[in-house]
Each structure stands twice: as structure tokens, then as C-alpha cells.
């Protein structure tokens, strides 16, 4: 009632109501910009309806801006399509747009907000059934308090400002006002920076990023960026996302992480180019699962989860602490599974030990070389499955938990290597300490299979071998060199070779099983006692009766000593079942003291300066 437009068309003027409709065609409103006027679209009505239905609505001012609602409307019933018609409202290109009223697409209908700036005030409800919500703006977004984006919808929200890439562009919301729901679907921020200062929901997955691909990211407080978010802020997104993902795909600036909780499952990402540095602990509290993808990631700060994933993308490098630390068993969690897909570089040679904990529960994967190009201090892994390739580091590594080795472990300076759990070999591997220390062990506490070759040296160190070797899955082959070896039980389709200063089979008879050479060797120069009834001492490298009663049968050739050895080797009563070798050759002598006998194929060789048969 009581409603003229002036052409062109700019203007609803009344001092009654007004009701715009359409049904099945679309109902468009144009204001300057629109259709070739000069002023504003002026909304000065008391009361106005506009219903798209089916057909959708449109309102344009692009150049002049729009408000609707305000102090001019004071019972505005809003702009609605409740046949499931979009509904876009155009002020770009300079006009401002200022929303203070409901503006609702129903049913799937989507609902589109271009504006240079958008400012939603008190009572601005912007919200749609299941469709899409949209707020571009190529300056800013505001949320006054009070205002509301996608209050009840269950489609995907965006609010995007500075969608010119002109720098100039920040998304903020104030005390009282909210973004989604626990419904909603989709959400996205972008910006060329953020303000939250008011609660942000969804069901499905957040996404948080700036415009632009060069801008940095600060995350958590005093995180330097040009885009930053908060410890504050990130508490304003409230618990039940599907996934938070921070970051561009496509950025290529760093991203940098301060001390911050996340209680949903997070992506940090900078895959194209950027790096992504974590100079504060990074909290995973509830179910929030921890993920960082940039092309290298330093982590100068714990990662901890209370029984959520750990995935690091592509290369780690550790900073500053003497100590890092991934734990996927806060709160007393079982753990959960930790993977990191590239190499693992320390700072500065042997500065920082890493320690990944993945619990009872949790698998650890480390899908490339760990210090490869700068060895570690330290390696400390828990996971009830362990996978590592190369591994090298300046201190001890300790596995505990069923580990797949795929390639060779080494300690450069000190300290042991220590394996608890089962052990299965992906391929030929060596497992090295520096040996100058006597606690440069080597200790594999569980069975090891796998049908390759086995190299383990420990020099002054010892190697205890206390599961089964070979039991399930025969090794291809087994050298050993250390101090003293101790051995459960070795089954080898190939050769085996100790050297060492005393030798242990505790596994009992016929527990030594193999098809290749068999070979006993000083470490160095010693004698050696052959059959004696029990260990002489530490001068003499023995192998006692029990050790020869658990060879069994089936080596195509065994030999005992060195060539050139300079003390000598005293035999005591024995059998051999397989062609024997006893040797000093060039510098020692060789004293039988009980009868040597061949029994089966064995042929008996005696190889010294000069031999005693007593």
C-alpha cells in the first residue's frame, strides 16, 4: 500500500507496507548500477516483504550501495524465496550493503551477498534451508553483535573479503554474533586477515585461509603472519567440526604455530611451496587429530594428542630442544597412529633427540630416511607396529614395539640400539653402534624374520639376540661382530659369521640351524678354548659344549679362528657333524687335548704354525 517507483528505478518509497513478489519467474529489483540509474536503492517503506518463491529474487545497486532495514525499517519482514529460489543480493563494485533485517532462502535454495563493504547488524539473520550461503565482499565482512550467518541452515557457508586480492579485506565478527551451526555443512573464511570474535559452528569441515597465495599465517598468540588467528579466536570455534583446515593449498609464505589447543581434527597446510614452523605445543584435546602438510615442517615444540592421529607431510627438520617430542598418549590414551612421509633432518648434527610415541595402540610409520643428511642426537619410538627406513643418529635409538626394518640403523658416536618386540626385516639391513664405548649394545629383545640378510656390529658393544632369528621366516644370512654375543636361536638359509670375545647359544641343542658357511671368530687377540665344560674367562673366547651341542646339523663347512692369529687354540673331546676348520695358520698354534671326531660328512682340518695332538 501507499508504494511508487521513481524510474529509474531507485527508490521504494511508503509510509506503509510494501510486498514484492514473484512465483515461478524470477523477481529482480535493480537500483543504480543495475539498470542504468544514478542514485541508490533507497528501502524507505515501513514494512517490506520481498518473496521470491521458486523463481529466485535479485536485488542489484552495484555502484551506489543498499541498505536493508536499519532505523528507516523498523518492522522489515525481510527478503525470503521460500519456493527453494536463490536469492542474490548485488552491491558490488563500491556500493556498500548493510543487512539488518532476516534475508532467508528456504528449501536448497542458495543465497548469495556481494557487497563493498557487507556489514550484518543486530537482527540481520542470513540463513537458508539446505542451501548455500555466500558474503563476497572485496572489502570487509562484519558481524555486529547480534547478527547471524546460517543460523539454522544445513548447507555450506562462505564469507569471503578481500576478494580482489586488493590487501584490504578482514572477516570479523563481534561479541553475540554467530557463523553456522551444529548442523552446518561447509564452512569457509577467507580473508586477507581475520577477527573472530564470536562463536563459529559446523558439522562438517571448516576451512580458514587468506586470499592470497603469498600472505603468511600466524597461528596462536604472537605467531608472526599476515593473516593470524589467535588462541583466543581458535576458541571461538566451537567443538564438532569434521576437520579444521588452516591454510591454502596453493600458499606459498610460511606458516607459523604458537602455543594452541584444537578440540576438532586439524590440517595445517602449505603443500606448494611454504614451510610450517611450530615453535609452541601443538595440543590435539578431545578427538582432534593433528596434521601438517608444507613442504618442511621444524618443529621446535611438542605435539601431543590425547589418542588422535599424528601425520607430518613431507620433510621434518628439529629445531632448537634438546628433546622433541610426538605423543599420541595424552590423558592417558592408548595412543593413535603417528606418520611422517618425508625425511627427519636434525638442525645441527646431534643437537635434538626425537621421541614418537604412538602408545600401545598406535602405529608408527617413518616412511623415509631418519637423519640422513643430518644425523640426530637420539631416537626413542613406542608404537604397537614400528616401520622405519635408515635411521642415523650420533646417540642411542630404542624401538619398542613389532618393527618392520627396511634399511640400516646407525649410532655414530655413542650409545646403544635397542629393539624390543618383534622384528621383521623388509630388507637387507646393518644395525651399527660406534662399538668404542662398552655401552654401545646392540639388543634385539623379541624374534627377527625376514628373508634377508642381517648385519649387526658393535664393536666394544655387546649383541644379545634373546627371540628366535630366522624361527618363523629364515634369514638370509647373519653377521655379528661385538664384545660378547648372546643368541636365542638362529635358523639362516645362508651363511652365519661371529666375531666376538665370547659367543653364548642359550637356546639348547640344535637350536643353530643354517645351509651356509658357519664361522667363529676372535674379536681380538685372544685364545680360544674349543669344547671345555664352562667359560674360562674373558681372556679366552670359548665355545663350550653346550654352545657346540646347539649347532646343528646341516652347515655345508664351519671354521674356527683367524688366519694369522697369534695366541693359540686349545681343542677339548669333541664331534662335528659338518666339515671343520680350526686355524691360526701363520702365527699360532693349535693344541689337541681329546679326540676329534667327524661324524656324518665331517672332514677335519687343522691349520697352524704347529699343531699338538695330545
Known amino acids: 500500500s501507499d508504494v511508487y517507483k521513481r524510474q529509474p ?5 511508503g509510509g506503509g507496507s510494501a510486498l514484492l513478489t514473484g512465483s515461478s519467474a524470477a523477481l529482480e529489483v535493480n537500483g543504480a548500477g543495475g539498470d542504468g540509474g544514478i542514485g541508490p536503492l533507497n528501502v524507505t517503506v515501513t514494512n517490506l516483504e520481498v518473496r521470491g518463491q521458486s523463481g529466485g529474487v535479485t536485488i542489484r545497486s552495484q555502484t551506489q550501495g543498499l541498505t536493508l532495514g536499519g532505523a528507516a525499517l523498523g518492522g522489515l519482514s525481510g527478503v525470503s524465496a521460500p519456493g527453494g529460489g536463490r536469492i542474490e543480493i548485488d552491491v558490488r563494485n563500491g556500493g556498500d550493503l548493510t543487512i539488518s533485517e532476516p534475508v532467508v532462502a528456504d528449501g536448497d535454495g542458495g543465497l548469495w551477498l556481494h557487497g563493498y563493504p557487507i556489514t550484518i547488524e543486530a537482527g540481520g539473520d542470513v540463513d537458508s534451508g539446505t542451501g548455500f550461503i555466500g558474503l563476497i565482499s572485496d572489502t570487509h565482512i562484519t558481524l555486529e553483535a ?3 550467518v546460517g543460523a539454522t541452515t544445513t548447507g555450506g557457508i562462505l564469507l569471503q573479503a578481500d576478494s580482489n586480492g586488493s590487501g584490504v579485506g578482514t572477516v570479523t565478527t563481534n561479541s553475540g554474533s554467530t557463523i553456522g551451526n551444529a548442523s552446518a555443512a561447509l564452512v569457509s573464511l577467507k580473508g586477507d586477515d581475520l577477527a573472530l570474535g564470536a562463536s563459529v559452528s559446523g558439522a562438517d569441515e571448516l576451512r580458514i585461509m587468506p586470499i592470497d597465495v603469498d600472505n603468511s599465517m600466524g597461528i596462536g598468540d604472537g605467531a608472526p603472519g599476515d593473516f593470524r588467528l589467535d588462541s583466543t579466536e581458535i576458541g571461538y570455534l566451537s567443538d564438532g567440526f569434521s576437520l579444521i583446515t588452516l591454510g591454502r593449498p596453493d600458499g606459498s609464505r610460511p606458516i607459523t604455530v604458537n602455543g594452541v589447543t584444537f578440540t576438532d581434527p586439524v590440517l595445517i597446510q602449505r603443500p606448494a611451496g611454504g614451510s610450517i614452523t611450530v615453535d609452541g605445543q ?4 578431545d578427538n582432534a587429530s593433528i596434521t601438517l602438510d608444507g613442504v618442511t615442517t621444524t618443529l621446535n615444540a611438542d605435539i601431543v594428542t590425547e589418542g588422535n592421529d599424528i601425520e607430518i607431510s613431507r620433510g621434518v627438520v628439529l629445531g632448537d630442544p634438546a628433546t622433541v617430542v610426538l605423543d599420541t598418549t595424552s590423558g592417558g590414551s592408548a595412543g593413535a597412529n603417528i606418520t611422517i612421509t618425508g625425511d627427519v633432518d ?9 621421541v614418537v610415541d604412538g602408545g600401545a595402540a598406535g602405529d608408527v610409520d617413518l616412511q623415509r630416511a631418519v637423519g640422513g643428511a643430518t644425523p640426530l642426537a637420539g631416537l626413542d619410538v613406542w608404537g604397537n607396529t614400528i616401520s622405519v627406513q635408515a635411521v642415523t643418529t650420533t646417540g642411542p635409538q630404542s624401538y619398542s614395539g613389532s618393527t618392520t626394518l627396511n634399511a640400516n640403523l646407525a649410532s655414530t658416536h655413542a650409545g646403544a640400539i635397542t629393539v624390543t618386540g618383534a622384528t621383521t626385516l623388509g630388507g637387507d639391513v646393518v644395525v651399527s653402534t660406534a662399538g668404542l664405548l662398552p655401552t654401545d649394545d646392540i639388543t ?7 628373508e634377508h640378510a642381517l648385519d649387526l656390529s658393535a664393536s666394544r658393544g655387546d649383541i644379545a639376540l634373546e627371540g ?3 624361527g618363523a621366516t629364515p634369514l638370509m644370512s647373519l653377521w655379528a661382530f661385538g ?3 648372546s643368541v636365542r636361536a638362529v635358523t639362516t638359509t645362508g651363511y652365519q659369521e661371529y666375531f666376538a670375545d665370547e659367543i653364548d647359544f642359550l637356546g639348547g641343542a640344535g637350536s643353530i640351524i643354517g645351509s651356509g658357511h658357519l664361522s667363529f671368530l676372535p674379536r681380538t687377540v685372544q685364545a680360544v678354548e674349543i669344547a671345555g665344560a664352562a667359560d674360562t674367562g674373558a681372556a679366552v673366547l670359548d665355545l663350550t659344549q653346550t654352545d657346540l651341542a646347539a649347532l646343528q646339523d646341516g652347515f655345508t663347512s ?12 686349545t681343542v677339548n673331546p669333541v664331534t662335528f657333524y659338518d666339515p671343520i676348520t680350526i686355524q691360526t695358520r701363520t702365527r699360532g698354534s693349535i693344541t689337541v687335548d681329546g679326540q676329534i671326531t667327524g661324524a656324518d660328512n665331517a672332514s677335519i682340518t687343522l691349520d697352524g704354525v704347529t699343531t699338538t695332538l695330545n
Do not use: C, E, R, W
Open 444 to 450: 634385539f629383545s623379541g624374534a627377527i624374520d625376514g
Open 146 to 148: 547480534g547478527a547471524t
Open 483 to 485: 664384545n660378547t654375543i
Open 346 to 354: 636434525d638442525d645441527v648434527v646431534g643437537t635434538s633427540t626425537f
Open 9 to 13: 528505478f531507485s527508490d521504494i518509497i
Open 468 to 470: 628366535a632369528i630366522g
Open 558 to 569: 664351519i671354521t674356527i679362528g683367524l688366519p694369522g692369529l697369534q695366541h693359540g687354540i
Open 282 to 285: 601443538i595440543t590435539g584435546a
